[in-house]
């Protein structure tokens, strides 16, 4: 079956940095665009980054442009979200998600449109 496993997260100080790890299994990775989400307490989920099968197109979202890099290793079946210069505001749980269709930028920041994801991984970041 189809795993994603996120690792990574922790708890940091403001201006700190953390890489974040989803690893895939079950599935053709080169296949799928992977997306990271994530939530707050009391928030809905929100898109963060996403990147392309190949990691020709990235996306991000204004809040973390400049300070979070996503990339791919397709023979490693793994994501990567590099975090730096983490602001308390960036304290959620980050999910990485999977999906096999090609998308528009818009739609690719739809939770909806994504087949598979992980459990997620806290991240804190203390003021």
């Known amino acids: 079956q189809v795993q994603l496993v996120e690792s990574g997260g922790g708890l940091v100080q403001a201006g700190g940095s953390l890489r974040l790890s989803c690893a895939a299994s079950g599935l053709t990775f080169s296949s799928y665009a992977v997306g990271w989400f994530r939530q707050a307490p009391g928030k809905d989920r929100e898109f963060v980054a996403s990147?392309?099968?190949?990691?020709?197109?990235?996306y991000y979202t204004d809040s973390v442009k400049g300070r979070f890099t996503i990339s791919r290793d397709n023979a490693k079946n793994t994501v990567y979200l590099q975090m730096n210069s983490l602001k308390p505001e960036d304290t959620a749980v980050y999910y990485c998600?999977?999906?096999?269709?090609?998308?528009?930028?818009?739609?690719?920041?739809?939770?909806?449109?994504?087949?598979?994801w992980g459990q997620g991984t806290q991240v804190t970041v203390s003021s």
């Open positions: 990147i392309s099968r190949s990691s020709s197109n990235t």
């Open positions: 998600a999977a999906d096999h269709v090609l998308r528009t930028p818009v739609q690719r920041m739809r939770a909806t449109s994504y087949d598979y």
